[in-house]
C-alpha cells in the first residue's frame, strides 16, 4: 500500500476523469507512446495468440484486447472503471470480435469470477500496476489466471524515468532526485505510485515466474524527428526508456 491511497479511491479518481473525448481519441492502437513503444513490445512477447485464450488485466477502453482479438485471440478483459468498461463493452456491440469485458478489481480479484475464471493461456498488463495503490495482490491475480507455464506480460512507467518527456523538454536531460522509496506521482488525470525496479521484479520471483524477458524500449530516431514539432520532448524517448516491459512464464 502506498501512502493513504485505497484501490477504491484509485478507481473513482480515474472513472471521474476518462472522458468520452480521451476514450475515442485512443480506442484504436492507445496513444503516440503505446503506438510505437509499449504495443509492439507486447505483441512480440506475447507472441502468436491466434486461437489462445488471453486475460487483458487492467484493460482500459478495451484497445489492446481488440488488437489481440484481432489478432484470434479468445479475449477476456477486466477493468474496474465503470465509464471504460461501458465503452469497451458499447465498442464490442458494434465489432463483435467475440470480447468478453468484465468489471473488476485485479486486486480482489476471486477465482470464480465468470468469464474471468482460469487457466489463461497469456495475461497482460499494460500500464496498470504503477496506477495501483495495493498492486502486489493484483499481479497475484495476474499469475493465478494462468495454466502452468503459460506467458505474463506486463509494462510499467520505467520506475528510473518517470516523467521524462517533461524533463527532456525542460532541461535537455532527465534529472531524478529520489528513486528508492516510494511515493505518489500526481498526474493531469490521475495518481501514480513510484515503487523501484526491484519491487516489481521481487514480487514476480516471489510468485515462482520464471523471468523470459526484460525490455526497455527506446524511440526509433526517425520517427522521432518526423513528429518533434508536435510532441516536445520527444527526443528524451530515444534516449531513455520512458518504459519497462516484462515477460515471464508462470510456474
Known sequence: ???????????????????????????????FAKRHLVNPVLERLL?????RRVLDAGCGNGYFSRMLARRGARVVGVEPTGSMTAFAREREVRERLGI????????????????????????????VFMA?????????????????GGRFVFAVVHPAFEGLRAEW????????????????IPG?????????????????????????EVVEPGLDPVVSEGARDAVPGLDGYVHLP??????????
Do not use: K
Open 1 to 31: 500500500m502506498t501512502s493513504s491511497w485505497t484501490n477504491e479511491a484509485a478507481i473513482r479518481q480515474r472513472d471521474a476523469t476518462a472522458t468520452r473525448e480521451a476514450m475515442e481519441a485512443t480506442s484504436e492502437d492507445g496513444d
Open 100 to 127: 468478453t469485458y468484465v468489471r473488476a478489481d485485479l486486486a480482489r480479484l476471486p477465482e470464480d469470477t465468470g468469464p474471468a475464471r482460469g487457466p489463461f493461456d497469456a495475461v497482460v498488463s499494460s500500464m
Open 132 to 148: 495501483i495503490p495495493d498492486w502486489r495482490p493484483a499481479m497475484r491475480s495476474c499469475v493465478r489466471a494462468l495454466r502452468p
Open 47 to 51: 507472441g502468436d495468440v491466434h486461437g
Open 188 to 212: 493531469p488525470v490521475a495518481c501514480d505510485f513510484h515503487r523501484p525496479l526491484s519491487a516489481y521484479l521481487n514480487e514476480l520471483a516471489s510468485l515462482g515466474c520464471r523471468l523470459r
Open 242 to 251: 520512458n518504459f519497462l516491459v516484462v515477460a515471464a512464464d508462470a510456474p
Open 169 to 184: 523538454r525542460e532541461h535537455g536531460e532527465y534529472r531524478v532526485r529520489r528513486y528508492l522509496e516510494e511515493y505518489e
